[in-house]
């Protein structure tokens, strides 16, 4: 088993700036992918980015693409998302997600989501 756990999240104007984290642990070695998903009221969880293990690749969604950036550290195995020029459509809870696989096919694992509000 993997554990998630989520840090960062709060209450931003428009315009401005956050950076999440989420801390792994347990089997941590078994992860291939670690992300982000976000999920807004009476939307589906969506993906937002992704960065993997094996070679520290990275993907985004079109709708963070240009304003994101998913990095990691290893040594504690913590991924970050930091996303700048948040728009009042970023709001949502956000989930880190990890997997054995890629994890826009499977997700395996789910930190418990922290609330990202954007003030317009």
């Known amino acids: 088993q993997v554990q998630l756990v989520e840090s960062g999240g709060g209450l931003v104007q428009a315009g401005g700036s956050l950076r999440l984290s989420c801390a792994a642990s347990?089997?941590?070695?078994?992860?291939?992918?670690m992300g982000w998903f976000r999920q807004a009221p009476g939307k589906e969880r969506e993906f937002v980015a992704r960065?993997?293990?094996?070679?520290?690749?990275?993907s985004y969604s079109d709708s963070v693409k240009g304003r994101s950036a998913i990095s990691r550290d290893s040594a504690t195995n913590t991924v970050y998302l930091e996303m700048n020029s948040l728009k009042p459509e970023d709001a949502a809870v956000y989930y880190c997600?990890?997997?054995?696989?890629?994890?826009?096919?499977?997700?395996?694992?789910w930190g418990q989501g922290t609330q990202v509000t954007v003030s317009s």
């Open positions: 997600a990890a997997s054995p696989y890629d994890i826009k096919v499977r997700v395996s694992y």
């Open positions: 960065i993997r293990k094996s070679d520290g690749s990275t």
């Open positions: 347990g089997r941590t070695f078994s992860i291939y992918d």
